[in-house]
């Protein structure tokens, strides 16, 4: 009798560790449509979603009942509060012999022109690196122009390189007078999209309008200050801080049978600039860990606790994930990992483990090497929400997708659904499929100890 009930006891533990075979999962995800769905009702139902306005808090109403309906456990929303800035119009003429209009948009929380604009002439630079080194004197009241082009780059490093332009930029310009300033995007397209992002005002900094103007209106704007005449413009532009507002972080688990195994964090960020309707920034990551998490629930139990955020404010300062940061760094975290670089196939695999569990990195490797994706000795850094607490010693593996297209369309208009593959779509989700299912069965410990590259 005893006998029996022991064996009953076991019985779940037994089911939870069989069914979790990462190869099979991975191979039924490669048919994966659930993802789609999330992203094609999100994209269509709630559209833009910019962080602290009335389009994210619906946007999080919808996860929670979409969540829900998936079956997930613990749904909720932790909601935390921030400063909102709205975008107004946004105009921009060049003046003069060659009068025409100019394709812009405003970066995050550019200040605002008056109504009919402000005019001034254009002084241009090549760099962050020349108008630092530029006088204040030949600054004051004009509107600066840094041209500074992006190129493309597999794993996106040219973001980071080229950010200053739009962080640093913007600050530097108001510090010297300047009246506005208007960068190059920080993209690597070629159509009539600006492309915006967040900056903002360091100490001492009061703002001034500021804005990108796309990769052929900056084009023009260099030709026409080729010709040796002073260029001219006419900017409007009717941004506005509407004070505090709420945001906030909506969390969904897969309980695990093992509490003291840690918790595999995993998740993209719901909100999205306001432009397009944030399909591949951030929709599919959204789509494609709640899709893969969805594959380890249905397959039964696993040992560790899968936690799925959809971060709140990425876009305006990583705001979400500082609030979870906050509230749960002191929980037992195995693994953090969000997907936040779009919708393409996925091509490496980072790893940043304590040493303890090269094995798991090795299996990983082995159950993605069939999808096309390659072991890097770069260590991972986890995705932008969860970045503080991997910095801070939570193990993480990042799943690098194919950046090459990526800021083609990130942060313009042009971010909307039909840019995304359904196939490709699929091969992420058999990625973190597969990743899940090594992580949250597997034996060896994850929490605590320096977590590394682990390279072969
Ligand atoms: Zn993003
Ligand atoms: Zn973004």
Redesign the pocket.
Known sequence: MLKQRLALLALPFLVAAAPHDAEKLRDAALKDTVAWDIVEDLTTEIGPRLAGTEAEARARAWAVARLKAMGFANVRVEEFDMPVWVRGEERAEVLGGNPQPLALTALGNSGATPPQGVEAEVIAFDSVAELTAASAERLRGKIVFVTHRMNKAQDGSSYGYFGPVRRLAPSIASQKGAAAIVIRSLGTDNHRFPHT?NQSWSDGAQPIPAAALSNPDADQLERLIKRGKPVRLRLVLTPRQVGIGKSGNVIAEVPGTDPRAGIVLVGGHLD??DLGTGAI??GAGVAITAAAAKRIMDAGRPKRTIRLVWFGA??VGVRGGEAYRSRHSGEPHALASES?FGADRIWRVDFALPPAAKAVADRIEAALAPLGIARSSVQARGGPDVGALVASGVPAVTLQQDGTDYFDL??THDDTLDKIDPRKLAQNVAAWTAMLAVVANAPEPLVGGAAQSLPK
């Open positions: 992002g999205s600039w920034d951030d990425e876009e936040d990130h942060h």
